[in-house]
């Protein structure tokens, strides 16, 4: 992983590169080069190429071609056109894989164990016209490279072109967790939108779509063997995810280089599993809801209840079966005592078991865990399961940091890997002013606004030790989609998600001087593709790179 400084060091002493996230080492140079018309992607020696790598070439080039994205200068990019039109032509890109065995695909490479995956990559682009290499020991890091190419060209009348050749960068993650979490349970996003936002990740190369499918407001998902959870608990019939629509979701994903880890929150955030099975909810719809639960509507699993517990690992293992990826949420967070303290089954059950609640949530967390441990999947939890309440995890368990930044330390105190997720930092959703009713003055519990710049300051380091850093796997953008829906999915998201992707890639200690003119280039990018990321300053100074810093 890069020390904390030499991202900024290295930023201010090469010309700016309008990649994002940053390579990890690159050099360029001050030589225009332009694509040919004819331009191809070649693959030699490689029989038989997944499918799934040859339609990234084959998106990649039609980028290459649609984007049409104008340099962002008060010209255009015109002051260059002379220059544009007597440089030497790129006519190929030649794509080598060098691995050893069977080729997988980038789809397999995409789900692998998080420790183990390899995205690295060399591109080398000539200034003279010769061809371009772009070389990995992975179809994955293949896919990485072909992103990181077409980042780098713009269009002047109908010519694509660079002024920054040669290229020389070889480039790896800093952290193999990079995320993005949705909530798609609050408010109901279509398949549609879901894609779209996948290969908005895959483009700024975040490698995990964290799925927070279904919550106490709704149920969304359609689980073989369960199917009454969706049928009384999803919206309507129309805002559901049926078997074939996850398959299609994971698959998408994967052929992006992107894992997709579900969240079936448990043993709160439930209540919605009441409508198809009460017998196993306690507190159902309790008022008023702030004396039973974080948010409306109040309802938790019966935890201490042994029937609840086998409901629970039944349910977790058939939502299992539908995601390719190791990893599986069980959340645990925002547990409410009083919840169980009112419910007299709860007590029963607790009392025929001389059992402690906290030891009831251990018991439950333990089979849980075991049923998913049994059919190959590793938890993850939300902090709480760690800091809050002595239950018992798998050394292998990763804990989601998301109340405050400064937990991590404690996390890591522990011994447990850990992915950051910090509220302080990372919630798309803080800033939104308060959602709930009668609340004249509400504001959002986690304001203020977290803009890019905050989430990009980021230190993954921060109070950690050098052994404890070493339990840090990444971290994620979240949108809990309370205030969010199809309607705003794009620009509340983008691209201000894109400020941890370029930490957990390439590392802490960015400067966000020079690296705004690059997320410009991001969200205009993103534009020309189809997704509509907002802006971050007026035209004028997109244009104008440091001329709207505050002490310009």
Not at 284 to 301: C, D, R, T, V, Y
Request: net charge negative.
């Amino acid at each position: 992983m890069l020390p904390l400084l030499s991202l900024s060091l290295l930023l201010a002493a090469t010309p700016a590169l309008a990649v994002w996230p940053v390579p990890r080492q690159y050099s360029t140079g001050s030589t225009p080069l332009r694509l040919s018309p004819s331009f191809s992607i070649k693959l030699p020696g490689v029989d038989n190429p997944p499918s799934d790598l040859q339609e990234a070439i084959s998106r990649t080039k039609s980028y290459l071609h649609k984007d049409q994205l104008q340099a962002l200068v008060p010209d255009r990019g015109a002051s260059s056109a002379e220059d544009i039109e007597n440089a030497k032509t790129l006519n190929t890109l030649t794509l080598t894989l060098s691995t050893t065995g069977p080729i997988k695909s980038i789809s397999e490479e995409a789900i692998a164990d998080l420790e183990s995956r390899v995205e690295g990559y060399t591109l080398t682009i000539p200034a003279d016209g010769s061809g371009a290499s772009l070389r990995a020991n992975s179809t994955l890091g293949l896919f990485r490279g072909l992103t990181t190419f077409g980042q780098l060209w713009y269009d002047l009348n109908g010519i694509t072109y660079t002024l920054q050749a040669p290229f020389d960068i070889v480039d790896s993650p800093a952290f193999p967790y990079r995320g993005l979490m949705l909530d798609t349970a609050r408010n109901y996003f279509p398949v549609e939108d879901i894609k779209r936002t996948l290969d908005a990740m895959s483009w700024v190369k975040i490698n995990t779509f964290h799925w927070h499918v279904v919550d106490s407001q709704s149920f969304p998902l359609v689980v073989p063997g369960y199917t009454e959870l969706s049928a009384k608990g999803a919206y309507s019939s129309a805002q559901v995810y049926t078997p074939a629509d996850v398959e299609e979701i994971v698959a998408y994903a994967a052929a992006r280089g992107i894992d997709v880890m579900p969240e079936i929150d448990t043993p709160g955030h439930t209540s919605i599993i009441a409508k198809a099975y009460p017998e196993h909810i306690a507190c159902f719809e309790a008022s008023p809801w702030s004396s039973f639960a974080n948010e409306p509507p109040a309802g938790q699993l019966r935890l201490a209840s042994t029937a609840t517990t086998t409901f629970t690992t039944g349910l977790l293992e058939a939502v299992a079966s539908l995601f390719q990826s190791k990893l599986f949420s069980t959340g645990g967070d925002e547990l409410n005592s009083n919840c169980y303290t009112q419910d007299n089954a709860t007590q029963a059950d607790l009392a025929a078991q001389g059992k402690t609640l906290d030891q009831a949530l251990d018991t439950f967390v333990q089979a849980t865990h075991a049923g998913l441990r049994s059919v190959g999947k590793r938890a993850v939890v939300w902090e709480e399961l760690v800091l809050d309440h002595p239950v018992t995890l798998a050394n292998d368990t990763i804990a989601l940091v998301w109340i405050s930044s400064t937990n991590a330390a404690a996390v890591a105190q522990k011994g447990y890997k850990l992915i950051h997720a910090a509220s302080d930092y990372f919630y798309l959703d803080c800033g939104g002013g308060g959602w709930v009713g009668e609340n004249v003055l509400g504001n959002s519990w986690c304001d203020p606004f977290k803009t890019w710049q905050k989430s990009y300051s980021f230190n993954p380091f921060a109070n950690l030790t050098e052994e404890q850093s070493n339990l840090v796997l990444g971290g994620q953008h979240l949108l809990w989609a309370e205030q969010s829906g199809p309607s705003n999915l794009d620009p509340i998201v983008w691209p201000r998600a894109a400020s941890s992707a370029e930490v957990f890639w390439s590392g802490p200690g960015g400067d966000v001087d020079t690296s705004l003119p690059r997320l410009h280039d991001v969200s205009f990018r993103f534009q020309q593709r189809g997704v509509d990321a907002i802006a971050l300053q007026p035209l004028w100074c997109a244009l104008r790179p440091g001329k709207c810093d505050l002490n310009a």
